[in-house]
Every structure is written in structure tokens, then in C-alpha cells.
């Protein structure tokens, strides 16, 4: 069975991947043959091959290399760089928009979804000691976009989206996900995240997006700006749809209050739906 994939670095600086995977010798006189190529990789990838039952977190090499010896195995090395790469592609291209680059509808909602189960579990037993964990969240629209969609046409709106969507992802922490929800409807989920700084990050980004310059077909675009609604997981909110439901009425709010502006939805009253209007 397989042990896992691991990144080295070949002599000339190529990255490549290679399986480490365990291997019967059929003939126990090359029982204590190890090949020099495969020993090479283990020290290089040391961290990997531990051992499980060492109790003193030594290296567990000469262990795996007793143990292999008395089973009449050693370690088999398979280049599965081509493999692992094409498994990438795919993956980039289940989980990332096409034009954006960020992630997906439906991979940010599997995110959200994990990412609230975590929030609420801490929640729910934080006053049996356990660290609450924060979950805020940030709905981005970009203002008038559909007029100026049809305005300067959709390839200078695809431009602008773009434009905006790198911002978005200059100012990610590890651990956080930019997605596109929709349109020109774009999300950033921040674990770990309380309010004022979710609020404070989704201000800064308003203001270096109004002062972006964005060029299409080598002219300058008018001034582009986005709203924004921020929201954090609290005690009423007892869903992913409910906090993302949240992040979307601040949003509303900020753009019925004149847009190129961030609300936060500090309470259960800042949330409650407002009548259905054309954003």
C-alpha cells in the first residue's frame, strides 16, 4: 500500500515527487540489499519515515531498517511526479474560477461549512475550557457593476473582476479563502478572524481597490469601488447559510447607504432581512 507522496529536490534544483511504498525481496539472500538510491531518499525525507512506536521521538530509521530486513523487504521509490501534477490541474480546475482564480461557489461552500462546524463546536463548549474560535466572514460587491458591464462591454468587466479579485487575494492570510460567490459577488472567509479586525480588513481593501488604475485595451477605466458586508459567527447564528445570509444583509445595507462602504452586522438586528431591491 501506498505511504504517501513526498516533494524532493533533484541535484539540478527540479522539484519532483516520489512514492515511498514497502516491497517484498523474493530472494532472501538480497534480504540486506537496500539500493544506495533508495536509502539516499529516505535520509533526505528522514521526518517521513519516523517511527510510530519510538516513544522518545528519536529518528526511527535504523528501526525501519531492521524491521525491513527481518520482513525480507525494502523500500521502493516511484517517481510519480507526472502523476501528481496532472492531479493538481485537476484539482485547481475543480475548485478555482476560471476567470478569477479564486475558488468556486462549491468549493466555498464545503469551506464555510467545515469552517463554521469548527466555530461552533468551540462555541457551543467554550465554557468548558475550550478556546473559542472566531469565524468571520466578508461579502464584496463591486458597485454598478452591471452598468458598467454594459457600458464599456463585458471584457472590460471581465478585467475589472480580475483587478479586483487579485486584491483579494494579496491581503489572505494562510488559512483564508477568497472565493467568488457569484457575478461580481466575491467572499473572503476568515477563521480565527473577530469583527474589528474582519472590519478593519475589509476596509483596507475597499480603499486600495477605489484607488486602483485597471487598463483594458491599453486605456485607463473609470474608478472602480466595491461595498462590503462583514459578519461573525456568534451564539444566534446556528448555520453556514445563516452567516453567510448575515455577511449579504450588511452588504445591503451598505449599498442602500450609498455604496463604496463596509457594514458589519454587529447584532441580530444589524442581520434582519431588508426588502428585495436590485443591488
Not at 447584532?267 to 443591488?279: N, Y
Request: charged residues 30%; contains cysteine; aromatic residues 6%.
Amino acid at each position: 500500500s501506498e505511504t504517501g507522496d513526498i516533494k524532493i529536490k533533484t541535484p539540478d534544483g527540479k522539484p519532483r515527487w516520489i512514492r515511498l511504498r514497502p516491497k517484498f525481496i523474493e530472494n532472501q539472500k538480497d534480504q540486506n540489499r537496500i539500493r544506495p538510491i533508495e536509502m539516499s531518499v529516505m535520509e533526505s525525507v528522514i521526518s517521513f519515515v519516523r517511527s510510530p512506536s519510538s516513544t522518545e521521538g528519536t529518528d526511527g530509521l535504523q528501526v525501519h531498517r531492521n524491521l525491513m530486513q527481518k520482513l525480507g523487504m525494502q523500500i521502493e521509490v516511484l517517481d510519480v511526479t507526472k502523476d501528481t501534477e496532472e492531479k493538481a490541474k485537476l484539482t485547481i480546475l475543480a475548485t478555482r474560477d476560471g476567470l478569477t482564480g479564486l475558488y468556486n461557489r462549491r468549493f466555498m461552500d464545503e469551506v464555510l461549512e467545515k469552517e463554521f462546524e469548527r466555530s461552533q463546536h468551540a462555541l457551543l463548549y467554550s465554557n468548558q475550557g475550550q478556546t473559542h474560535l472566531p469565524l468571520s466572514l466578508i461579502i464584496f460587491d463591486i458597485d454598478h457593476f452591471k452598468s458598467y458591464n454594459d457600458h464599456y462591454g463585458h471584457p472590460a468587466g471581465d478585467a475589472v473582476l480580475q483587478a479586483v479579485s487579485q486584491e483579494l487575494l494579496k491581503h489572505v492570510r494562510k488559512g483564508d479563502y477568497a472565493c467568488r460567490l457569484g457575478g461580481e459577488e466575491l467572499v473572503l472567509i476568515l477563521p480565527e478572524m473577530e469583527s474589528e479586525k474582519a472590519y478593519e480588513r475589509a476596509e483596507e481593501i475597499r480603499k486600495i481597490i477605489s484607488e486602483l488604475i485597471i487598463t483594458h485595451d491599453g486605456t485607463d477605466l473609470p474608478q472602480v469601488t466595491v461595498s462590503g458586508g462583514v459578519t461573525t459567527h456568534r451564539k444566534a447564528i446556528t448555520s453556514a447559510k445563516q452567516l453567510l445570509k448575515a455577511a449579504d444583509n450588511a452588504l445591503y445595507n451598505a449599498k442602500e447607504g450609498g455604496r463604496n462602504k463596509i457594514v458589519v452586522a454587529w447584532s441580530e438586528e444589524d442581520s434582519k432581512k431588508k426588502p428585495d431591491k436590485e443591488k
